[in-house]
């Protein structure tokens, strides 16, 4: 049985009176691959912050092997890449490399780091000199540094180009395989589906899903129907369980449901009442999107 590696209870986080992470649970076990999805504000940054010890915790607790966040053991074991790239002036790639695997007493050697980066070719180049894209993957090759068993990745891939992220994807692939625990934050579902076998939702600062790609799809992804009807809305939801949004401007509704065949046979009678029907399948992203947008007009009414 996997070990559970990081705990975090009942954490929350203020900004003055902003509450930005609210009654966050969730405990972490070796090997796991984390995508932690959320919009802007949602909390993300703010989170592995906290779990990497950079910020402090309003309440709550969180243990990273068995200590406190940010503790020296933490620090040998972890590896970031934050959003920001802290890189250091006046020095080339190698030599920056050199001094950051300085610090970790079981350092991957500089040569891997720059390989696995893809930044061999610019080994002896000055770190100010990269471009955006570059900079990232070296912030990646710092992360690296220390060969941890843990990763922490904020919004990794932005400002990589489509060849750089595909490599970068590979490498993730290659990590998790090895069996590092790997948490990788994104606006986009879509480029955590295929290597995240674990998702975490937060909205507002809520944590809205903890779960499993599969248990996302049955609970969240439906068929879009739209169409032109002076049917109340009430009547055209009344099967709530299948109902997984609905959306009313005027006499155009649109509604998101999980069977839309089932949706169809309970509203027969009413057809020559619908115009206009379209019928069509709905990203896992778009269906998600919107419930998170409903949570978020939950969380402002209360
Ligand atoms: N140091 C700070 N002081 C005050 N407010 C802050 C601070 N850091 C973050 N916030 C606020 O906390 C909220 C959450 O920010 P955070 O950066 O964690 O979100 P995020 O999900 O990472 O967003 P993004 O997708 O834009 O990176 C935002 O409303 C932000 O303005």
Redesign the pocket.
């Known amino acids: 049985m996997m070990q559970p590696i990081i705990e975090v209870g009942q954490l929350k986080k203020h ?2 009176n ?1 509450d ?1 992470i609210n009654e966050v649970n969730f405990t972490i076990k070796a090997g796991e691959t984390i995508g932690l999805i ?10 592995i912050k906290m779990l990497l010890g950079l910020e402090q915790p309003t309440s709550g607790t969180i243990s990273v092997f068995g200590e406190k966040a940010g503790s020296r053991l933490a620090r040998q074991k972890v590896g970031a890449m934050l ?1 920001e790239n802290t890189v250091l002036q006046s020095v080339n790639v190698t030599e920056l490399l050199q001094l950051v695997t300085s610090f970790y007493a079981k350092p991957l050697p500089v040569s891997e780091l720059l390989e696995r980066a893809q930044l061999t070719h610019k080994r002896t180049a000055m770190t100010d000199t990269l471009s955006g894209g570059q900079q990232r993957r070296l912030s990646f090759a710092m992360a690296l540094a220390g060969n941890p068993d843990v990763l922490f990745l ?2 990794p891939t932005v400002g990589m180009d489509v060849a750089a992220r595909a490599v970068f994807w590979q490498q993730i692939e290659a990590l998790r395989k090895k069996g590092k625990t790997i948490f990788i ?1 994104s ?1 986009y579902l879509t480029e955590l589906e295929a290597i995240a076998q674990r998702l975490i939702f ?1 909205d507002g ?1 809520h944590l809205v899903f903890d779960g499993n790609l599969s248990t996302l799809r049955t609970q969240y992804q439906g068929t879009k129907i739209s169409l032109q009807t002076h049917v109340s809305v009430a009547a055209l939801t009344e099967d709530k369980a299948n109902i997984l949004s609905v959306n009313q401007q005027e006499n155009q509704v649109t509604l998101t449901v999980r069977d839309s065949d089932q949706w169809l046979l309970a509203h027969q009678g009413e057809l020559a009442e619908f115009h206009q029907i379209k019928i069509q399948p709905m990203s896992l992203e778009a269906a998600f999107n919107e419930l998170i947008g409903q949570g978020d007009r939950h969380a402002n009414i209360n």
């Open positions: 900004f003055g902003v930005v959320g919009e802007n504000g949602a909390g993300k940054t703010t989170l959003q904020d919004e934050t606006h937060l600062g």
